[in-house]
């Protein structure tokens, strides 16, 4: 497993983001795919259909896209990590501070998109607020619940998938100085 600075092994063309929801996986996947030249794709929006229903072609979809020679997505949903995994090249694995970086900002994200109304993938909007206390799989409880799983996931991801370089930050301050240096210099920039 790699730090903030250290030298990527390779230019990489195939690259997973993980960590907890709210963490900010998509935005840093999108910040990547610019870098390499490669294209993101938010695996949320193949996931989830009308009235947050699984998709019957999400897995389908996955495996095409994963595929091609050069992709970034973020690293979710059971049915399809072993396949992401063993796909990428590169993990980056956002294991922030929880209850004081990622916590704060599941929450804002949520209350701004519900209280916006904003629009997610395939039409869906975020449920009432109130649901956080009825519904455990609400994206703040589930945000709260799953943080730990990282722990064990990426470890086992590495040890399954040789090819596989895991990169770690553990703070905004190391994913900024990540993309400017290690990966810039990886990919010549």
Not at 107 to 115: A, D, E, G, K, N
Request: charged share 25%; hydrophobic share 45%; with cysteine.
């Amino acid at each position: 497993m790699l730090t903030w600075d250290a030298p990527l092994p390779a230019r990489p063309r195939r690259v997973l983001v993980a960590g907890p929801s709210g963490v900010g996986k998509t935005t840093l996947s999108a910040r990547i795919a610019r870098l390499i030249g490669a294209r993101h794709t938010e695996i949320d929006a193949l996931f989830h259909g009308p009235n947050w229903t699984p998709r019957p072609s999400f897995e389908a979809e996955v495996r095409a896209f994963t595929a091609e020679p050069a992709w970034v997505t973020e690293w979710q949903y059971n049915a399809v990590r072993p396949l992401l995994a063993e796909r990428a090249e590169l993990l980056v694995w956002l294991d922030l501070p929880f209850w004081r970086v990622t916590f704060p900002q599941v929450v804002r994200r949520t209350l701004c998109r519900r209280l916006g109304r904003e629009r997610l993938w395939n039409g869906n909007i975020e449920p009432p607020l109130h649901t956080i206390f009825s519904d455990p799989e609400h994206i703040v409880r589930w945000s709260v619940s799953t943080r730990h799983l990282y722990r064990e996931r990426v470890p086992q991801a590495a040890a399954r998938n040789p090819g596989l370089t895991v990169v770690r930050l553990r703070s905004r301050r190391q994913v900024e100085a990540w993309l400017a240096g290690s990966l810039a210099r990886a990919v010549g920039r």
